[in-house]
C-alpha cells in the first residue's frame, strides 16, 4: 500500500516561499508574466518530485534550484524554437494597484539599477541580502563553493556602490 | 554596507505577485495535490480521443506512446500539419496542456494570439508545399476565426496600456502573416483560391485589431490623472523597444550570414525605419508628450518584431530561393524527435 503524501507541507512552503521564488525568477527574466510561469511550475514540479516517493531534505533549496533548471531550460529554449515570438523584455514586475506612487517609481528605479550588475553577482547578492539566504545555502543551491559566493556578493555591493554614486553625481 | 543600498533592497523586497494571481495558482496547487493526489494535464481528453480511434490500433499506439513518453505533452506533435497523424494530439492535448499553464488572464491572452500564429502557420507550410487543399483550408479559416475572436474578447478586458500593448502584438502579427500569404499567393501554381480565402481573413482581422489598437492609445494618452503613469509606461515601452532593436539587429546581422544579404535587405530597411521612429518617439518623450511617445515606441516595436518576423518566414519557407530548388526541402520533413522527459514548453 503505497503511503500518499499529504500536502500541508507543501502548501505552507508555497505562503512561506512563493513571493521569493518569483522575485528569485523575475531577477533573472525580466518578465512578470514567465516568472510567474516558472514559479508555479516549480512547485508543480516539487509535488511531482515528492508524490513520486522521494524525499527532501531542504525544501527551500530545493526550490531554488527547480526553479534555476527552468529557467536555464526557458531560456535556452528560446533560442531553438523557430517562427516563435521570444518574449518581451518588458518593464513591468509585479506591484499592486494599491501600492503608492512614489513606491512603485522607487521599486522601478531599484530594478533598473540592479539591472546593470553582472548577473552573477546580481543573483548572489539579492538571495543574500533580499531573500535573506546564507553564503552556504546560496553556494548549496547554486553549486559554488561558499567563497565564490561571498566575493561575488561583495564585488556586487561595490558595483552598487560606484552606481549609486555615479547617479547622484 | 551603506544606507542608500540598504534602501535599493528594501526598494526590492516589494516586488511580489498580485494578491489575486498568488491565490488563483494557491488553489490550483491545492486541487492538484489534495490528498495525494497527481492529476495528470489532459487525461480526460486523452480519453475522448482514445474512444474515437478504438478502431485503429496502430494509431493508438503510436500517440499512446508519444504521449506517455512526452508526459501529457508530445514534442513530436508539434511539428505536425493539419492531415499529419499527430496533429489531433497538437491541438487537443499539447494545446490543451499550454492553456492551462497559462494562468495569468496576461498570459492566456498571449497564449491566444500564440494559437491563432500556429494556425497562420501551419496554412502557410502546407500552401509553400502546395498542399492546401479546400477542406482543409476551410477548418483553418473556422479555427482561425474562432481563436481570433477569442483574442479579441480577452483583449477587451484588459486596461488600456495593456490593451494597447496586446492589440499591437496581435496586429503585427496578422499583418506580418498578410504579407507572407500575399508572397505565397504570387509563387503558388495552383490553389490559389485558398490562400485568398485565409488571406482576406487575417486581413479583416488586422483591421479590427489596428482600430482596436488605435482607440486604446487614444484612451492611454487621454488618461489625465496619471501622468507618471504615462510616463512610466513610455519609459517602459522605450526599454523593451531598445531591448527589441539590439535584439533584432544581432538577429539580421546572423541571418545575413546563412541567408545573404539580398534576403535581410528589406528587413534592414524596416529596422532603420523603427530606429528613426524610435529618436521621434525620444523627442517627444523629452518633451514630456508621453502619450505620443508611447505611440511611437509601440510603431517602432511593430516595425522591428515585422523585419523579424518576414526574415524568419523567408528562412522558413525559403521564399527567395530559385524555384528550380524546389525540390528536396529538408524544413518540410516531419521531424519525428521524441523527448524523453517531463517538459512542458513555457
Known amino acids: 500500500m503505497i503511503k500518499k503524501p499529504d500536502n500541508t507541507e507543501f502548501i505552507e512552503a508555497y505562503d512561506k516561499y512563493s513571493d521569493s521564488i518569483f522575485r528569485h525568477c523575475y531577477f533573472r527574466v525580466f518578465d512578470s508574466e514567465k516568472a510567474k510561469e516558472i514559479m508555479q511550475e516549480t512547485f508543480t514540479r516539487t509535488w511531482e518530485f515528492i508524490v513520486n516517493g522521494n524525499n527532501i531534505e531542504n525544501l527551500r533549496a530545493f526550490l531554488y534550484k527547480v526553479a534555476n533548471n527552468l529557467i536555464v531550460d526557458s531560456t535556452r529554449k528560446k533560442k531553438e524554437i523557430s517562427l516563435e515570438k521570444l518574449s518581451e523584455q518588458g518593464f513591468d514586475p509585479g506591484f499592486e494597484d494599491k501600492d503608492k506612487l512614489q513606491d512603485i517609481i522607487d521599486g522601478k528605479a531599484a530594478i533598473a539599477t540592479v539591472k546593470k550588475l553582472d548577473a552573477k553577482y546580481r543573483e548572489a547578492v539579492l538571495m543574500r541580502f533580499v531573500e535573506g539566504l546564507s553564503p552556504k545555502e546560496i553556494g548549496n543551491i547554486l553549486g559554488e563553493t561558499e567563497n565564490t559566493i561571498s566575493v561575488r556578493i561583495h564585488r556586487a555591493l561595490k558595483q552598487l556602490r560606484e552606481l549609486i554614486n555615479h547617479h547622484e553625481q | ?346
Request: aromatic share 4%; proline share 1%.
Open chain 2, 1 to 346: 554596507m551603506n544606507n542608500k543600498i540598504g534602501q535599493l533592497f528594501e526598494h526590492i523586497k516589494k516586488i511580489r505577485l498580485e494578491q489575486k494571481e498568488r491565490e488563483e495558482i494557491r488553489s490550483f496547487l491545492v486541487s492538484k495535490t489534495l490528498n495525494g493526489r497527481h492529476q495528470e494535464q489532459g487525461s480526460n481528453i486523452l480519453r475522448a480521443y482514445f474512444i474515437n480511434f478504438y478502431r485503429k490500433p496502430m494509431l493508438t499506439l503510436i500517440i499512446a506512446l508519444t504521449i506517455a513518453i512526452g508526459g501529457g505533452f508530445s514534442a513530436a506533435a508539434e511539428n505536425s500539419l493539419p492531415g499529419d497523424i499527430l496533429f489531433p494530439v497538437k491541438i487537443k492535448v499539447n494545446e490543451e496542456v499550454r492553456s492551462a499553464v497559462a494562468i495569468t488572464p496576461k498570459a492566456k491572452a498571449k497564449w491566444e494570439i500564440k494559437i491563432v500564429e500556429r494556425r497562420l502557420e501551419e496554412a502557410e507550410k502546407l500552401a509553400a508545399k502546395g498542399e492546401l487543399k479546400a477542406d482543409v483550408s476551410a477548418k483553418i479559416e473556422v479555427n482561425f476565426k474562432a481563436h481570433a475572436d477569442k483574442v479579441q474578447k480577452r483583449i477587451a478586458e484588459f486596461k488600456a496600456e495593456d490593451k494597447a500593448e496586446l492589440s499591437s502584438n496581435f496586429e503585427t502579427s496578422l499583418n506580418a502573416h498578410e504579407a507572407i500569404l500575399e508572397k505565397l499567393l504570387n509563387r503558388a501554381v495552383d490553389g490559389k483560391a485558398e490562400i485568398k480565402k485565409i488571406e482576406i481573413k487575417v486581413e479583416l482581422e488586422a483591421e479590427k485589431t489596428s482600430k482596436i489598437r488605435r482607440e486604446s492609445e487614444i484612451e492611454l494618452s487621454e488618461e489625465a490623472e496619471a501622468e507618471v503613469k504615462v510616463e512610466t509606461a513610455a519609459q517602459g515601452r522605450l526599454n523593451a523597444l531598445e531591448n527589441k532593436l539590439d535584439e533584432v539587429e544581432k538577429f539580421i546581422k546572423n541571418m545575413e550570414e546563412k541567408l545573404g544579404a539580398e534576403a535581410t535587405a528589406e528587413a534592414k530597411a524596416r529596422l532603420e525605419i523603427a530606429k528613426a521612429t524610435m529618436a521621434e518617439g525620444k523627442v517627444k518623450f523629452e518633451a514630456g508628450l508621453f502619450g505620443e511617445s508611447f505611440k511611437l515606441f509601440q510603431q517602432a516595436h511593430r516595425i522591428a518584431q515585422e523585419a523579424k518576423l518576414l526574415i524568419k518566414a523567408e528562412k522558413e519557407l525559403r521564399l527567395n530561393l530559385d524555384a528550380e530548388v524546389k525540390t528536396e526541402n529538408k524544413d518540410d520533413k516531419i521531424d519525428l524527435k521524441g523527448s524523453g522527459s517531463l517538459e512542458i514548453n513555457l
